[in-house]
């Protein structure tokens, strides 16, 4: 069974920093592409980043281009996401997502983590 | 960066009755690069179809989506009391992929 497991997420103030981990258990991580979602509360799904299986192609929202890095271990099967100088408006629920038929960083997701919940505030 | 709409914004339907949800693009999605997921309160979004009308992994053949270009529909033949959800199209032809604001499903 596919399982990811997002945590790290938490309350930091603006202009702070938080990793999130993806735990991927149940494929074969190393042969998919993976990618970070977000949805603030009540709010829609916005792609946040993407990369590549074997982590040299790199894709990123413009809303975080400069402050957010996605890295992944194959040996561990994690992903993750350093989050930098964040801002109120980071403020969401954030999910670590499979991807597949990507092209040019985008994507569908056929399996999604539960979410890690990241609240910016002072 | 290609902007999808949603409509309606809500349907308020019976079990037991069709769901049509239509996903508008404001370019071209070529080759048919359009997913739908189904997202349930305190829930991740489920993929339903991609391709704009492969059935994922599960899904049953209640689900079906069509279309092509710029207008592209999810259909639910019969709701189950489980389809009351929310409904997102997503479109992965090009960077950023984008998502609709989505289509809230609610019994009527």
């Known amino acids: 069974e596919v399982q990811l497991v997002e945590s790290g997420g938490g309350l930091v103030q603006p202009g702070g920093s938080l990793r999130l981990s993806c735990a991927a258990s149940?494929?074969?991580?190393?042969?998919?592409?993976m990618n970070w979602v977000r949805q603030a509360p009540g709010k829609g799904l916005e792609w946040v980043s993407y990369i590549s299986i074997s982590g040299t192609t790199i894709y990123y929202a413009d809303s975080v281009k400069g402050r957010f890095t996605i890295s992944r271990d194959n040996a561990e099967n994690l992903v993750y996401l350093q989050m930098d100088s964040l801002r109120a408006e980071d403020t969401a629920l954030y999910y670590c997502?499979?991807?597949?038929?990507?092209?040019?960083?985008?994507?569908?997701?056929?399996?999604w983590g539960q979410g890690t919940l990241v609240t910016v505030s002072s | 960066e290609i902007v999808l709409t949603q409509f309606p914004g809500t349907l308020s339907l019976s079990p037991g009755e069709r769901a049509t949800l239509s996903c508008r693009a404001s370019q071209s999605v070529s080759s048919s690069k359009l997913a739908w997921y189904l997202q349930k309160p305190g829930q991740a979004p489920r993929l339903l179809i991609y391709?704009?009308?492969s059935r994922a992994t599960g899904i049953p053949d209640r689900f079906s989506g069509s279309g092509s270009g710029t207008d592209f529909t999810l259909i639910i033949s019969r709701l189950e009391p489980e389809d009351f959800a929310v409904y997102f199209c997503?479109?992965?032809?090009?960077?950023?992929?984008?998502f609709g604001p989505g289509t809230k499903v609610d019994i009527k």
């Open positions: 997503q479109q992965y032809v090009s960077s950023p992929g984008t």
């Open positions: 997502a499979r991807g597949r038929y990507c092209s040019g960083g985008s994507c569908f997701e056929d399996y």
């Open positions: 149940g494929f074969t991580f190393r042969s998919y592409e």
């Open positions: 391709g704009a009308s």
